[in-house]
């Protein structure tokens, strides 16, 4: 129906300008263009679901005794789960502050100069491979650190996370912690600057003009505005942080799962695969892809969360 | 409340460019001045100077002085975000806070400035800030809904009635009408009107009649082509301006027959 009309128009001389109207044609090609990769990812993701799922079943269905531990799947799974996200929060405690922080530094507070060196430098710090900061946590900041631990057990030791005996090496999950929030302060960070550089100009001057001081311009404009990206972001390194293996892998010396973040033990599900899977076969192969099935499922609870953060405050959003 | 300017010699420069050149002007309290001219004559770049945002773009200075009853807001000492807690500022676009109800809104420059405010007190100041601004009717049932959910011309009102629950001496609007329709137009024309009982009021326009309505006083600029600075050609009575000005190129302009 719609391909008809130039059709015609070109057999009765048209002149090629006017009949040349094959833009609905050129518009099918594209949808199904788009329509096909937007189903390829949903069909990549279902088919890892699947593969996860069906790899994992003789994991749950196989008797406790012969999983790792002798106590089950869940046994064996539960502290690894609760190690990954004591380490993911550790970094995101640590990164959020000081990405939203240098972004705010950045897009208002930093002369244009510096504030393109800093963007620069923090980019960079994007492109270092995971496994060059599992070397630098494991050689250098472990040993660095492990004074400061050991003086937190002697101080701060009856804060149950500061117990003692603080490890000698220093290869404790809080310096996992430390190393993974190094890694995720770059995703932040330029995520963040993009959104309050968005901030509309309007609404930096509604505030200035009412006396606003530059930090209180920041908190009645940019920070309501950028709050969903902000989100985003900081769900985007939450993301890097849970998945992260080759940093945790070399810095982390792993052992059951304690509540002192300074002495060594703990362990998080990527690592936890990564150093197992290379020797292991049978069911101890279906342990580790469920041990990875349950790190998708987080990650993908994780992200409807911090959608659904987002979606709450649509009315008031600006959007409408 | 409303307070008198006097400008001194003023010179507006970005970097080293010099955007408006030697203005002497005296605006008169509980008045309407309206300033005109061409695009580009620098009447925006001069109303911000009033309340010092043009600062907030980098490498703006003046020299001169402006004087609010007498005090130099350019004096040594003078912090901008006292300055602009004074002199209120309603912009081109209607710009209210979309995160924010109306309520938080039309309180949020008070909660800024002062102390912590009682409810009863909070609740006042929001009724008579929104009566103020002949707005108080058509939300009085809505004021926790975001203040982006109001049509352009309310918007705007909410805006003004923002700017003068901070009980300022000046309220400076930059276009204020510019992305209204008429009718709306009209409803910040009469608010204009209202307003000059209390506030000294400064307004930029390219309408007119706009002028011609709402002005006691009119401040004609115009550049002498692009590069050279702004510089205020006449400055008079409305009625002056429009029906016997005293410049070549003010008639010019109120006539269209510019350029």
């Given at each position: 129906m719609t391909t008809a009309p130039p059709r015609q128009a070109e057999r009765a001389g048209v002149p090629a300008a006017i009949a040349a109207q094959d833009s609905p044609r050129g518009d099918k090609v594209f949808s199904t263009l788009a329509l096909t990769a937007g189903c390829l990812i949903l069909a990549v993701l279902f088919g890892v679901a699947v593969f996860l799922v069906v790899q994992a079943i003789p994991a749950f269905t196989a008797d406790p005794a012969d999983i790792q531990g002798g106590k089950g799947f869940l046994a064996y799974i539960a502290p690894i789960v609760i190690g990954t996200v004591i380490a993911a929060a550790i970094a995101l405690v640590i990164a959020t502050p000081i990405s939203i922080g240098v972004a705010l530094f950045i897009?208002?507070?930093?002369?244009?100069?510096?504030?393109?060196?800093?963007?620069?430098?923090?980019?960079?710090?994007?492109?270092?491979?995971?496994?060059?900061?599992?070397?630098?946590?494991?050689?250098?900041?472990?040993?660095?650190?492990?004074?400061?631990?050991?003086?937190?057990?002697?101080?701060?030791?009856?804060?149950?996370?500061?117990?003692?005996?603080?490890?000698?090496t220093g290869k404790t999950i809080l310096t996992a912690g430390i190393v993974l929030s190094v890694m995720v302060l770059p995703i932040i960070t330029s995520l963040s600057r993009e959104i309050f550089l968005q901030t509309p100009k309007l609404h930096e001057e509604a505030a200035l003009a009412l006396g606003a001081t530059r930090w209180e311009m920041i908190k009645m404009a940019v920070f309501p505005f950028a709050r969903p990206g902000v989100v985003s972001a900081i769900m985007l390194g939450l993301g890097r942080a849970l998945g992260e293996t080759m940093a945790v892998a070399l810095v982390l010396s792993s052992g059951a799962l304690t509540v002192s973040l300074v002495q060594s033990g703990n362990q998080t599900i990527a690592a936890e695969i990564a150093?197992?899977?290379?020797?292991?076969?049978?069911?101890?192969?279906?342990?580790?892809?469920?041990?990875?099935?349950?790190?998708f499922v987080i990650t993908l609870a994780v992200n409807m969360v911090a959608r659904w953060i987002i979606s709450r405050h649509k009315e008031f959003s600006g959007a409408n | 409340m409303s307070k008198r300017i006097d400008v001194k010699d003023l010179n507006v420069y970005y970097g080293d460019f010099r955007a408006v050149e030697?203005?002497?002007?005296?605006?008169?309290?509980?008045?309407?001045?309206?300033?005109i001219g061409p695009s580009g004559c620098g009447k925006s770049t001069f109303l911000r100077t009033l309340n010092r945002m043009h600062e907030v773009l980098p490498g703006a200075r003046v020299e001169g002085q402006v004087l609010l009853d007498g005090d130099d807001l350019y004096g040594p000492g003078v912090d901008p975000v006292a300055v602009r807690s004074h002199v209120g500022?309603?912009?081109?676009?209607?710009?209210?806070?979309?995160?924010?109800?109306?309520?938080?809104?039309?309180?949020?420059?008070?909660?800024?400035?002062?102390?912590?405010?009682?409810?009863?007190?909070?609740?006042?100041?929001?009724?008579?800030?929104?009566?103020g601004a002949n707005l108080w009717n058509e939300v009085k049932d809505r004021l926790d809904k975001p203040g982006s959910g109001l049509s352009g011309g309310q918007q705007q009102r909410l805006c003004i009635a923002r700017a003068i629950a901070v009980k300022p001496d000046v309220i400076?609007?930059?276009?204020?009408?510019?992305?209204?329709?008429?009718?709306?137009?009209?409803?910040?024309e009469d608010l204009i009107n209202e307003l000059k009982e209390n506030y000294t009021v400064v307004i930029v326009t390219h309408n007119m009649q706009q002028a011609a309505r709402v002005s006691d006083k009119t401040a004609f600029f115009n550049i002498a082509g692009t590069g050279k600075p702004g510089k205020l050609i006449e400055y008079a009575d409305t009625s002056v301006i429009f029906n016997n000005p005293s410049e070549k190129a003010t008639e010019d302009y109120v006539s269209g027959r510019f350029g």
């Open positions: 897009t208002h507070f930093a002369p244009r100069r510096i504030a393109s060196a800093l963007g620069y430098v923090i980019d960079l710090l994007a492109a270092i491979p995971s496994v060059i900061y599992g070397a630098w946590g494991a050689s250098f900041l472990a040993r660095e650190i492990s004074p400061a631990y050991v003086w937190l057990a002697e101080n701060a030791g009856w804060i149950p996370i500061f117990s003692g005996p603080a490890s000698a150093l197992n899977f290379p020797e292991a076969s049978g069911l101890k192969v279906a342990t580790l892809i469920a041990a990875g099935l349950v790190l | 030697g203005v002497n002007i005296s605006v008169a309290p509980r008045s309407v001045t309206a300033f500022m309603v912009f081109q676009r209607p710009n209210p806070f979309p995160t924010m109800s109306i309520r938080d809104n039309v309180l949020a420059g008070v909660k800024l400035n002062s102390k912590r405010l009682s409810k009863s007190d909070a609740d006042e100041l929001l009724e008579s800030s929104l009566r400076l609007m930059d276009e204020p009408c510019s992305a209204l329709d008429p009718i709306s137009t009209l409803a910040v």
